[in-house]
C-alpha cells in the first residue's frame, strides 16, 4: 500500500495563479483532511471530509476550497494565490471514528511557494 | 489562538538522558490527546496516544502522562537515542470528525 500520497512535491506560483494540490490515499479511508504547516504555529486545519461529496471548513479556510468526487482523492484549490499562502500542505487520512482509535495517517507534504 | 500550548520550542539533550514535552490545553471537551513525530522532509506520523480517562501510558521508551484535573499532559522519552532526533508535536481531538488541535512543535536534537 502506497498510503497517502502527494501530488506534487515542490511548487512555485506568482501572485494570483491558481493551482490544485492532489491528495489520494488507498486506505479505504472514510475522513481526509488539508493542513498547512508554518514555523512555530503547527498544523492547522484547512478543510476536511467526512466520505465522498461532502466538505466543511476548518480553522483556516479562507483562500482555499476543496472537493472530494471520489472516496480516495481530496483536492485542495487556491483560486488565487497570495504570499500568505507560502507554507507546506500536508494531508492525512483516517478511518470514521466507529470504526477505529482516530488514526491520522499524513502524506509527504508539498512545499508552495508564492512570489 | 492556539489551543493546544506546547513547550519547549527546542531541547537539546544527550545520548542516553530523558527528553520532556509539556502541553496544555484549556477545552475539556478534549477527548483524545495523540503526539505526533516528524522528521525533516517527512509528514507527522502517530507516535503515541492516551484518553483522559489514563493517567500514564508507556509504549517503549515513550511515555505520556496526563494530568486531567490540570490540563496538561507530557511526553517523556527516555533513554534518548540519536534517531529520535525529529519535532515532536502535541494534539488534542474534540468530538466528531475527529478533527485535531495541534501545539506549535518542539524541535528535540539528540547529541550522541
Known amino acids: 500500500n502506497a498510503g497517502v500520497t502527494q501530488t506534487p512535491k515542490f511548487r512555485v506560483l506568482k501572485t494570483g495563479q491558481s493551482m490544485t494540490l492532489l491528495c489520494a490515499q488507498d486506505m479505504n479511508h472514510e475522513y481526509m483532511y488539508w493542513y498547512r504547516q508554518d514555523p512555530g504555529m503547527g498544523l492547522r486545519l484547512i478543510h476536511y471530509?467526512?466520505?465522498?461529496?461532502?466538505?466543511a471548513k476548518g480553522e483556516v479556510p479562507d483562500g482555499y476550497n476543496v472537493s472530494r468526487l471520489k472516496k480516495q482523492n481530496f483536492l485542495l484549490g487556491l483560486e488565487s494565490a497570495a504570499p500568505s499562502q507560502t507554507s507546506v500542505y500536508f494531508c492525512a487520512s483516517s478511518h470514521s471514528i466507529r470504526d477505529s482509535p482516530y488514526e491520522q495517517y499524513f502524506g509527504p507534504g508539498t512545499r508552495l511557494t508564492v512570489t | 489562538q492556539q489551543q493546544v500550548k506546547q513547550s519547549p520550542q527546542s531541547l537539546i539533550v544527550q545520548k542516553g538522558g530523558i527528553s520532556i514535552i509539556n502541553c496544555a490545553y484549556e477545552?475539556?471537551?478534549?477527548?483524545?490527546f495523540p503526539w505526533y513525530q516528524q522528521f525533516p522532509g517527512k509528514g507527522p506520523a502517530l507516535l503515541i496516544a492516551?484518553?483522559?480517562?489514563?493517567s500514564e501510558k508507556k509504549e517503549g521508551r515513550f511515555t505520556i502522562s496526563f494530568n486531567k484535573s490540570a490540563k496538561q499532559f507530557s511526553l517523556h522519552i527516555m533513554d534518548s537515542q540519536p534517531g529520535d532526533s525529529a519535532t515532536y508535536f502535541c494534539a488534542a481531538r474534540r468530538g466528531s470528525w475527529g478533527k485535531l488541535q495541534f501545539g506549535a512543535g518542539t524541535q528535540v536534537v539528540v547529541t550522541p
Open positions: 477545552n475539556t471537551a478534549f477527548d483524545y
Open positions: 471530509s467526512v466520505g465522498e461529496g461532502t466538505t
Open positions: 492516551i484518553r483522559p480517562d489514563v
